[in-house]
């Protein structure tokens, strides 16, 4: 009957999507606490994407103004306070410096593929006091 077929329908569309925004990610999370005032480095590391440009950009990641940075093979790029420096090895390596409380928030690290570009999620949390406590260090010395 129809409500079978329609039934059964939604499951395969909704095993499909499943499966396909697996793809997409790869389930790592990248997680960040740093003071700010403060850098931060990582690497991102992607399977088959040696040829391919990487990019950092900013939740939700879905329009172009949010992309950040974005980087060529074996190649090193910068813009603000973020670098990216490919290692040519499908990885590459994201550095923030001057870290702001305001940059506390969800992003990704992100290859160009033809079809769908894959992420890998960073979640970033910037904490305040640091520079109390480089304060109190100079006062000592």
Not at 120 to 130: H, I, N, S, Y
Request: aromatic share 10%.
């Amino acid at each position: 009957n129809k409500f079978c077929f329609d039934f059964f329908l939604h499951l395969i569309l909704h095993s499909m999507l499943s499966i396909l925004a697996g793809t997409l990610t790869d389930g790592t999370i990248i997680n960040l606490e740093e003071f700010e005032g403060r850098s931060v480095s990582f690497q991102c590391k992607h399977k088959i994407a040696s040829n391919s440009n990487k990019y950092f950009c900013k939740d939700p990641c879905k329009d172009e103004g949010e992309k950040l940075v974005t980087v060529e093979p074996g190649r090193r790029a910068e813009s603000g306070r973020i670098a990216l420096m490919d290692s040519g090895d499908g990885s590459f390596t994201v550095t923030f410096s001057n870290l702001q409380l305001s940059d506390s928030q969800k992003y990704w690290c992100a290859v160009e593929r033809t079809g769908f570009d894959t992420y890998v999620e960073v979640q970033l949390t910037v904490k305040k006091g640091m520079c109390i406590i480089q304060s109190v260090l100079n006062k000592m010395h």
